[in-house]
């Protein structure tokens, strides 16, 4: 007999903060690849993540959110460290989907304040992409991204990611606010990976395609 | 009734559990088992209702019961699972699943339950002992890998000796060596394989293992391989070696930092340990130059799109001159000159060159005179980061010889001159945007706060709030500036405004671990429990909520790692749990919160007992400190204490050391006052003792602990908190001869306590047995004792006095140039011993225990001190609000905006927005003012008689 009392969140996301990406990130020279020290990230980093977690677009989510990462998908997950050994940024993802759809998803980025315009982000998203097609075989990576976050996509687009589809109201509860629909609404954007020969992942009209966000995993 | 049948009524009860209605499941589970007295499961079911419904009594009987005979199907043992971790027994549930497996040893699942049992205690060697038994039954190769791991653990463990260490990797080398499949064969197994080699430094099996086409392919997948194969390197002191590949990675566009790190290792490997010969040297001064070819030609390629090459070339000349290789600082000066001008636009350049700042006297005076070289530029946000960095790195260099207040002043109106110039570059950001301006901002912050440990004058906090505030306005999002508003309010005793910046910055889960600190650290001085206002105690208990999800889930991750064979999350879980369980904030919170709790609730027996155990729990601990002070930015000159520093309320934090004191004066309070004794301390303790720490001092009798006064422990105190401890230990020692006499005898306490739970549950104690408890009792008589009462003394000197002491503290302080911190510090620690010394006396408010044991003369000197105590803190009581009122006026604001001139000369610092800072601040402190001198006069009602 199934004995269910403790709730396992396979996806303990608030919708709204599927990826907190903030925009001054995506002003970045193209030639420019990073300096620090690139690592796992460790449990033991949430104790040190503060300067990347008290900004207002880093959501700070209860200790299983992250102990789920580690344990699942720990080769999926890094930080950057300052020479001087500060944390200056994370990226936390995992692998998922059956099939062709097997794939990396970036589920979280961020970066500090103070450790922005070095391109780290570019860096740990490669790693990411590295990773998805080294050791898990996946046939591509993707990444969820508001509508409206225009320097965003942008800079995803720069790294080679394109808007596979359009997600409606997939930030949900935020309401209407200034830029309409394009405020709740996401692009998933995609990346091909080195398995996915024939480049199916991806396609041109990609924001004429729209899909409701019960659709989407 | 068929199996079917019995099936169909248990499900309702599972039913009713999920949707936590134990009241039903209680009444259901009594209908089964009417007919099946014997079910296990159904008992197990009750049981579960029962905890969950905090019958805890009743629970346990149901336990032992179940317990008694082995359980060893599924169901009833999933569900004690749940039961026995609800009860936090999880030395019944290891012992539980040891019986299962044992009576059945061919059940695997069986065997790892067992297994995880003992993961949850923690229990490393009976984890090790019982995988190897798995292996053997079952020849399955992960368990192999769960015995290394568990020989790995308990070698980490604190109390392992170093030869046990050994020992136990040896015996995890054997398991490795020993198992029929290759490490390699899955990235974990090969990292564990790896961490023991390097452990046991089997440098060659390492190499072997490393240099395989297989390992190198490992390797450059797995960073977290990859880690442990540069630390073998490292260790091996293949600097050379690891030093040509690093530069060959470079070559190829490799950028990370830890390449670099190698190539300026490799340089300086001739020049290691402690005898340098003069061959080494020159060796050495020969691959300088080489290194120092290599890296300005890759920074030559890279120019200022990368910043690795210029940043090792800063490292390289920075080494060569503190390994004495070269005398000359001139050429890391021209590098430095050379970095600021490549990466001065960013962020990131004083961090970078911050550690090469210290120079000599003339290579100093070059660097002084390059930054003053430097026109400052607000043309595009490059240009004011450059200023930015200049004014940091400047401000950093400053002797202690240049600064005055003078100086300061007109530092601090250089920075909001030029803060105000840089927010023009910010003005169409959209709200949720960070100023690029805003350390300048931050700079004025620092410089005010330095005029104000100068001067002692408050009114240069005054002048830092409201920049700081103004910065809030243009950049709300700031958290540096919330942080270090918070430090500042905390200062001048605006509590609430403090609270309200604190909550503004939105900390939760982990971070309350952190971060906490920066509010609750000696909260009793703004806490108007007294008065029923629970603010702070609320966020006690809210921010220590993180502790109770840490030990309900982290460890269910340690043992998911285990089954997905995640072997190198595991110590890292381990740690991270037990950093969290041994937590030095949530502890000091703890103890907070009890100096509150006393505040506002009765003192009685409930209160006193509990927190007593729980005190003594805490004293147990080995404790971490996961305090983060690194988020308040500093920049103050390298002559001066940090702006964490500066900015602590009374000038320094609470660490082990005022852990450890306050927590002493409370558990000897507690145990006087309270009947608990160690032998009814064992009866009534329903979960597992946590575990102790491995520390000599710990293992000493805790009557020998309480004695021990460091004086590294002292330091933490602050003047006013010694005088509460010297008087707090006086009293004990005066009183502990009574207590000790008139406390009532185990039996006795056991007896009332089986009385009190059969009028609540009809059921007796368990474990407690009542008939040799009577006989004892009926021996002794009615508690009398054999011995002579001990003879009433009067009190000493120390403890009649205290109470005039603080009250003369106050008044002196009132007189001086003081903030209202500081005064409400003494106030409410008056008030604390005021209570202390409630509960010292507890035990002698019960008339007939004065008469029995002649303790009239006792309670006597008692009420003399008691009035005395309540003549000052109503005194202060009567200042406190006199001074709300004042805080409150419309002169102190006007003052509070005349304090502020130096600034208010800047047109957006206007007269209004400044004048309604000081309103805020003037509410705040009498709101804090006014609620402290009311809620003592309160306390003073409550136990003044």
Redesign the interface.
Known sequence: ?L????KHVDNPLPYYFKVSFH??LSVL?V??????????F???D???F??I?????TE?????FY??Y???W??LC?TQE???G?LQGYILGKAEGAQTEWHGHITAVSVA??????SLARNMCQRLEF?SD??YKGYFVDLYVRCNNALAIKMYEGMGYSVYRRVREYYGNLGVGKDGRDEEDAFDMRKCLSRDVAQRSIRCNGRDMIVSAHDVS | MSETAL?RQ?RPI?DA??HGSNKSAINACNKVLKKYTNNTLVKALKALALTRSQKVEEALVLCDEILAAVVTDD?TL??MT?VLKGLARNSDMVAMFDNAFKQQPQSEELGAQTFFAHVRTGNWKSCQQVATRMHKQFQEDRYVYWAVTGAILQANDLGTAPNIRTLLYKLAHRHVTSCPTPSYMA?DRFHLHLIILQELQLWDEANTLLESDIGKSICS????CN?TRREIWRKRGLYKDEGERAQEKIKN?D????E??SVIDAAFASVQGPDVSEEGKSECSENIAKTRDFLTEIGEVDGS????AS?ALLELEKNAFSHGISSDENTLVDSMENYFSQFGD???CF??L??CVDLGADAKARWISFLASEEPSFATTGDLQRVINVRKLQRISLAASELSTDKESCLASTYIEEYMAGLDLGSSLPV???QPADDLAILVGHAFVSLWTMTKDESYLHNAAVVLEFALTKSR?S?QIRLLLVRIYRLLGASSLALDHYRA?N?????N???SHFLLTRALTFSLSATGDLTYPSECIESSQ?YV??SQ??P??II??FT?E?Y??IP??V??DD?LENSLQRDIVKLEHVRMRMTHEPINSDLIDMELIELKFVFDRFHHD?R?F??LPNYQPACQPSLNDQTLMFGNSTGQGWLWYFIKIYIRAFQHASDLDDIVEEKLLIGDRPKKSPEPEVQLPLRERLAIRKPEEVAELTADELQLMEWATAVSDWLEPYHDYTRPPPAMVLAEANKQNELRTGLPLRGVDLKALNANANANGHAKKDEEAPPVKEPPQLVTQFFENMHARFVQLQQSQCLPSDLLHVATLTQEAFLLFAVESHRFKTASVVKIHKLGALVQSLKDIRSKACTVLKTMSTDLLKMGEVAGSAERRKSFVESCKPITDFPRLHHDFVLNIAKNVGESRKKVLEGVGKGMVKICTNYGQ
């Open positions: 007999m004995f269910s009392t403790s925009s001054a020279n030639n420019l690849i990073t300096m620090s020290v690139l690592r796992p460790k449990a033991s949430l104790f040190r503060n300067n977690n008290l900004d207002v677009w700070t989510y209860g200790i299983t102990l789920t580690l344990q699942r720990s080769d890094f300052s020479p001087r500060r304040p103070e450790y922005r315009r070095l990773a080294e050791i | 099936e248990i599972y559990l999920d169901s999933s569900v749940h990235v997948a797995s960073l977290v880690e566009n950028r990370n930092w830890l670099f790190v799109n990368n910043r690795s940043l960013k962020t990131c961090e970078d911050r550690p949720t945007e960070l999002m958290f910055i900390i939760k889960q982990v971070q671990d952190t971060l993180i999800s840490n889930d982290t269910d991750f998911r790692a997905s995640k190198s999350q890292e879980f740690s991270f950093r996961n983060d690194g988020m």
